[in-house]
C-alpha cells in the first residue's frame, strides 16, 4: 500500500474533508499506481455527493478517465461541470470543462469536445494576459481535439505555440510539458517530419522517467508514441522492444483490461505485421479490438481503425475474403462516423480496391480505386502522398488488365507527385519508381526497368537497412529484370541475396518467400545447376502448400518443373 492510500484511507475513516480528499485522488491518479483508487470510488463518490463538492466530482472524474471507465468518468464531470457554472470559481470551470472535452474527443464526440474546450480557452485567453498553465493545457487539449479531426496542419502552430511557452515557463519534469511535447511529436509524424517527431518523443520520454519513473503510465504512453514513429522511420526492432515495454508498463498499472492496453497492442501489431510475423500481428490486432469495442463501442473510429488494421493483416495472410470483411466493417463503422465523403471512407475504399485486384477481379477493382481516387482528392487535393498511394495501385490495376500506357501515364504522375512532395529519397518515392520498373518491363523497356528498379533499391536500403521485407521484395523484381535480359549469373546473385533476406525477415510462411524461391529455381534451371535448383524448387513447393488450396496454379506449375 501507498503512502498517498493511507492517508486517503485514514481521510475515510474520520471526518472527511472533500478538499483533502480530491487533492489524495489527484496525487494518486497521478502515481504509478492509479488502480489502487478502485476499490475506494464508490465510498468516495458518496461523499462528494454528500457534500456536493464539485471539485471533488472533478478529481473522482478525472480518475476514471484514468482507469478506463469512460461512463463513469463522463458522469462525474458533467456533474462537475453543472455546479461549477453555478458556483464562482472559473479556474476550476475552466478546468473540468477542458477535462470533460478531452474526455469526449478520447471518446470520439468530437463536435462536443470542441464546443466545451473552446469554452475553456476562451475563458483562460481572456483572465491571463501571459501563457499560464491553465492556458497550455487548453492549447494542448485543442490541439489534440486536430490532430484527430483530422486536422494536423491546424494542429501543429496550437502545439507549437503550447511548447515554446512550455519552455520557457514550465521546469523540466513538470508533467504537462511532457504531454505538450508527446502531443507535438504525433503531430510532426503525422505531416511526415519524422525526424524532428523523433526528437520531441525521446525528450518527454526522458523527462518523465527521470521524474516519474521508469514504471509509469505516462511512461508507457511516451514509449508508444515513439515505437510509432520509430517505425516509419524505418527501426522496426527499436519499435517493437519499445511496444512491449509500454505495454508491460500498462499491464503492470492497469491490469489486462484497459484502453492503454488497447492503443499498446494495436501499434505492437502494425510493427509485427511490418517485421513478417503475421500470425501474432493479428493475435494481438483482435485482443486490440476486444479492447477498444469494450471501452469505445463498436462504432468509435479507433474500432473502425483496428478493423482497417486487421484486413491489412489478413491481405499479407492471402486471406482475402476474411480481409474484405475486415475492410467493410470498416467501411461501415467509418460511413456511420463521418459520411460517405470522408477521407477514411476514401482510404477504405482504396484497401478494397486493391483485395479485389489480388481476387483477379479486376473491373471491381479499378471502380473501388477510382472511387478511392475521387474521395482522397476531393479531401486531400491532387497532389499529396496518399493520392500518389492510390495512383500507384490503380497502376498496378492497369498494367494487370493489359492497359500499359495508361499504367505508365499513372505511374508517372505517382512518381512526380512522391518526388516533389516527399523527395527523392523517401521510400514512397523508392515504391513509384518499383512500380514504373514494372510496367517498363511490362513493355520491353528492361533498360529502364531496370534503372527504376535499382534506384528504388537503393532508397530503400538507406532507409530500411539491408535486411528488411521490402528489400527482399526489390531484390526479386531485380533479379527478373536481369533473368529477361539472359544475364543469368548476375539474376541468380541477385535472387540469392532475396533469398537470405527472407530467411532473416520472415518467421512464417509467406508468398514473397515462396515466390523468391520459385524465381531463383528456375535460374538455376536455365544456369544447368540442377541440384540447386530442384532444392529452391522443392521449398517454394512445400511454401505454396502451406499458402495455397491444393491444384492451385502455382502448386503445379513448381510440381512440373520438378518433374
Not at 478520447?106 to 476562451?122: D, K, N, P, S, V
Not at 526497368?449 to 537497412?465: D, Q, S
Request: aromatic share 4%; proline share 4%.
Amino acid at each position: 500500500m501507498s503512502e498517498l492510500l493511507a492517508l486517503l484511507q485514514e481521510q475515510l475513516s474520520g471526518p472527511c474533508h472533500p478538499a483533502e480528499l480530491a487533492r489524495l485522488v489527484e496525487q494518486i491518479q497521478a502515481s504509478s499506481q492509479p488502480a489502487e483508487l478502485r476499490p475506494h470510488l464508490a465510498a468516495l463518490e458518496e461523499v462528494a455527493a454528500q457534500a456536493d463538492d464539485s471539485g471533488l466530482w472533478l478529481a473522482l472524474g478525472s480518475a476514471q478517465e484514468t482507469l478506463g471507465d469512460f461512463a463513469a468518468a463522463r458522469r462525474l464531470l458533467e456533474r462537475a461541470v453543472s455546479g461549477l457554472e453555478v458556483a464562482t470559481e472559473p479556474q476550476l470551470l475552466s478546468e473540468a470543462r477542458c477535462r470533460l472535452g478531452s474526455l469526449l474527443r478520447e471518446m470520439g464526440l468530437f463536435a462536443e469536445a470542441r464546443t466545451l474546450i473552446e469554452a475553456a480557452l476562451a475563458a483562460d485567453e481572456s483572465a491571463n494576459g501571459q501563457p499560464s498553465p491553465a492556458l497550455l493545457r487548453d492549447w494542448n487539449a485543442f490541439g489534440q481535439l486536430l490532430q484527430d479531426e483530422d486536422n494536423p496542419d491546424e494542429a501543429l502552430p496550437v502545439l507549437r505555440k503550447a511548447w515554446d511557452a512550455a519552455e520557457q515557463t514550465l521546469p523540466p519534469g513538470q508533467p504537462l510539458r511532457a504531454a505538450i511535447a508527446t502531443n507535438l511529436a504525433s503531430v510532426l509524424r503525422d505531416l511526415g517530419l519524422a525526424d524532428q517527431a523523433v526528437i520531441y518523443h525521446r525528450l518527454a520520454l526522458q523527462e518523465d522517467e527521470d521524474h516519474r519513473g521508469a514504471e509509469h503510465p505516462s511512461v508507457g504512453r511516451e514509449a508508444i508514441d515513439l515505437a510509432v514513429t520509430l517505425l516509419s522511420v524505418g527501426d522496426p526492432v527499436g519499435a517493437q522492444a519499445l511496444a512491449e515495454r509500454a505495454l508491460a508498463v500498462d499491464e503492470a498499472c492497469f491490469g489486462g483490461q484497459h484502453p492503454a492496453l488497447g492503443r499498446d497492442l494495436a501499434n505492437l501489431a502494425e510493427i509485427l505485421r511490418a517485421r513478417g510475423n503475421l500470425d501474432a500481428s493479428e493475435a494481438a490486432t483482435r485482443r486490440a479490438l476486444g479492447i477498444f469495442v469494450a471501452f469505445y463501442g463498436k462504432f468509435h473510429p479507433l474500432t473502425g481503425t483496428l478493423w482497417n488494421n486487421l484486413g491489412h493483416t489478413l491481405q499479407m495472410q492471402r486471406r482475402y475474403e476474411d480481409a474484405l470483411n475486415a475492410f467493410n466493417q470498416a467501411m461501415v463503422i467509418f460511413q456511420k462516423r463521418h459520411g460517405p465523403g470522408h477521407l477514411s471512407v476514401g482510404l477504405v475504399y482504396g484497401n478494397i480496391g486493391a483485395i479485389m485486384q489480388m481476387q483477379g477481379k479486376l473491373m471491381a477493382a479499378r471502380i473501388s480505386l477510382e472511387h478511392a481516387l475521387h474521395v482522397c482528392e476531393a479531401a486531400l487535393g491532387k497532389e499529396h502522398p496518399t493520392v500518389a498511394v492510390l495512383i500507384k495501385n490503380l497502376a498496378e490495376v492497369l498494367r494487370q488488365s493489359g492497359d500499359l500506357t495508361g499504367a505508365r501515364t499513372a505511374c508517372e504522375r505517382a512518381l512526380a507527385i512522391d518526388t516533389a512532395l516527399l523527395g527523392p529519397d523517401h521510400p514512397n518515392t523508392a515504391l513509384a519508381h518499383a512500380n514504373l520498373g514494372r510496367v517498363l518491363q511490362g513493355m520491353g523497356d528492361l533498360a529502364r526497368a531496370e534503372e527504376h528498379t535499382r534506384l528504388a533499391l537503393t532508397v530503400e536500403e538507406a532507409a530500411f537497412g539491408q535486411v528488411h521485407p521490402r528489400i527482399a521484395g526489390r531484390l526479386n523484381g531485380l533479379g527478373l529484370i536481369l533473368r529477361e535480359q539472359g544475364r543469368l549469373e548476375e539474376a541468380a546473385q541477385v535472387l540469392e541475396q532475396a533469398r537470405s533476406v527472407a530467411e532473416q525477415v520472415y518467421s512464417s510462411p509467406v508468398m514473397d518467400a515462396a515466390n523468391i524461391h520459385t524465381n531463383l529455381g528456375v535460374v538455376l534451371q536455365d544456369l544447368g545447376r540442377a541440384d540447386e535448383a530442384r532444392a529452391e524448387l522443392q521449398a517454394a513447393l512445400e511454401l505454396y502448400k502451406k499458402l495455397l488450396p491444393a491444384g492451385h496454379g502455382r502448386i503445379q506449375a513448381v510440381e512440373k518443373r520438378l518433374g
